[in-house]
């Protein structure tokens, strides 16, 4: 039997990119990916990480500076993102759903450097990367892609463009130096006030999140991973770096249908598998193959509350498999999980804090709440992140210090530790087990997605087809909430009705991606309901449509 956390190859890795070596030093013949039935083994991802690295070292790329990553899950994906790390730069995923737009706003307010994406990719990119004055260099990543920006039409003048086998001829050569305390990504992540920010988070963030997860969910050596969350999101990154901290393998799926899902869990044998409700509820309905789940060891949610009747038809399919109920927020990467044992006595709990984290309810005082009453999921420990970037005043908002009240006794307060404010409702019952209530501010969590409504009502309103929106949530069982909008037609709109909303629906699809989309239109013929400071009144749609109680 493989022995968990065997730290043999020297002291424990510090750094990101020390993962992925420590696990090629350990296990170097096993496989790490596999891709599309192709499979990669430690020595040789970590040969390409290295080359990755040395050759944007040689590019110049600068400690610190930010490299992103636009690409579907792929072996490029995953060298790239360790590399980054081992030439001293900062990964900043991009979810590869983003429309050109949104993908231009990560670039700007990173401030990236290097892209590393595709050629179909890079060409619906074209447009907007005049208007990053940071970027300097692509990576178009494609074996078979053209070998020069002329092959681009309007390629930006002054802009590099680099081949993936171009940047990998460069020997092999070991990483940066580095600290634990430096930052290794950004993830962006839906803000509720609009665009989406970025939080930081540094390598100790990341290796201790990878340990406390992949203790709790006993991942082995001999487990087999199946990543169907984008790597662009904490907890899809999360099965890349869960996984290498014991030589597990990873596959990597970019599913079509969700019966894809089931086809590759029983190709591959696949023994841990982490998803997002919506995801489990369209699993929920197929008949699931004996050979899905003869391997499967436990199936884990993340995103969003898994409805009971989802829960008991998964463990109907999957008997042999245990359920881990869990809970997290991109700012502390994962709080609180349910243990296995402890689902069938509370399946509505989201569990108590992980190992090496604290977890808190706590009145706006910073008092700790009583049995069952309602208060804020407050979060301390090493997989609490920096903050936000280039963003001071939401990051003195949202990570603030922890109560001096509650520190352990004979601790010392002269410098309190901060912490994260979730701004997420909870209540703790008697055994210390916590359970969800609601949002203290007003973003919408659909198909395992947080999405801003402010950013949803921005894009509405640039259509000119619009004076006022609301964009507001709407429950649903399958998505958890739905995306509404209320809106008043512009002057320049009311000449031809769009009562049925297809311009407007159009016009999202251009520039949002398919889980930003408003399921529900309701068109007005009068200004919008405003709240008592002037502003438009979102509590007034969402208490009409049983969102806000």
């Not at 090629?24 to 990480?49: I, K, N």
């Not at 078979?144 to 092959?151: G, H, I, K, L």
């Not at 930006?156 to 081949?163: E, I, K, M, S, V």
Request: proline share 7%.
């Amino acid at each position: 039997m493989p022995t968990d956390f065997d730290f043999k190859a020297g002291v424990p890795p510090v750094l990101l990119h020390e993962l992925l070596a420590r696990a090629a030093a350990c296990w170097p013949e096993r496989t790490a990916v596999t891709m599309d039935g192709h499979h990669f083994l430690y020595a040789d991802v970590q040969s390409q990480t290295q080359r990755c690295a040395t050759g944007l070292r040689a590019q110049g790329l600068a400690p610190g500076a930010r490299v992103a990553v636009f690409l579907e899950k792929r072996l490029e994906t995953v060298v790239a993102s360790f590399a980054i790390s081992a030439a001293g730069g900062v990964l900043v995923p991009v979810n590869p759903l983003l429309k050109p737009g949104q993908v231009a706003h990560i670039l700007q307010d990173a401030g990236v450097s290097v892209l590393f994406t595709s050629a179909a990719r890079l060409a619906s990119l074209v447009p907007i990367l005049a208007d990053c004055p940071c970027l300097q260099r692509v990576v178009v990543c494609d074996t078979t892609a053209p070998s020069t920006r002329e092959s681009v039409s309007a390629f930006p003048d002054g802009l590099a463009w680099h081949t993936w086998p171009d940047l990998l001829t460069s020997p092999a050569a070991h990483g940066m130096a580095g600290l634990e305390s430096d930052v290794a990504v950004i993830f962006y992540t839906s803000g509720s006030t609009g665009r989406p920010k970025g939080v930081v988070l540094t390598h100790r963030n990341l290796l201790a999140g990878a340990t406390s997860v992949a203790s709790y969910l006993h991942h082995r050596c001999d487990d087999t991973l199946l990543a169907v969350l984008p790597l662009s999101f904490d907890a899809g990154f999360s099965q890349l770096t869960t996984g290498f901290v014991v030589g597990a393998r990873v596959v990597l799926l970019n599913y079509l249908l969700p019966r894809d899902v089931l086809r590759t869990m029983a190709r591959e044998r696949v023994t841990c598998l982490t998803a997002v409700p919506p995801l489990y509820m369209q699993l929920a309905v197929l008949n699931w193959p004996v050979e899905a789940t003869r391997y499967l060891r436990y199936w884990a949610n993340t995103g969003g509350r898994m409805p009971a009747a989802t829960l008991q038809r998964l463990r109907q399919c999957a008997p042999g498999a245990q359920a881990y109920l869990m809970y997290g927020l991109t700012e502390a990467f994962r709080s609180t999980y349910l243990p296995p044992e402890e689902v069938e006595r509370r399946p509505d709990s989201i569990g108590r804090a992980i190992p090496n984290a604290e977890v808190r309810v706590l009145r706006e005082d910073g008092t700790e709440c009583a049995v069952d009453e309602p208060g804020e999921l407050v979060h301390r420990g090493p997989l609490v992140a920096l903050g936000y970037w280039n963003r001071p005043e939401e990051t003195v908002r949202r990570f603030k210090p922890w109560p001096a009240a509650l520190l352990p006794a004979g601790g010392h307060s002269a410098v309190l530790e901060r912490a994260v404010y979730s701004g997420d409702t909870v209540r703790r019952d008697a055994e210390g087990f916590l359970y969800f209530v609601g949002r203290r501010d007003e973003m919408i969590k659909t198909s395992g997605y947080r999405v801003s409504p402010t950013e949803v009502e921005e894009v509405l309103y640039a259509s000119g087809l619009v004076a006022e929106v609301v964009v507001y949530a709407i429950p649903d069982d399958a998505l958890g909430s739905a995306i509404g909008a209320v809106l008043w037609a512009s002057s320049a709109a009311c000449g031809h009705a769009d009562k049925d909303g297809a311009d407007v629906l159009a016009h999202c699809r251009q520039h949002l991606p398919a889980f930003m989309w408003p399921q529900v239109l309701h068109w007005v013929d009068q200004p919008l309901p405003r709240s008592p400071n002037g502003k438009l009144d979102r509590q007034h749609w969402g208490r009409e449509h049983g969102s806000i109680q």
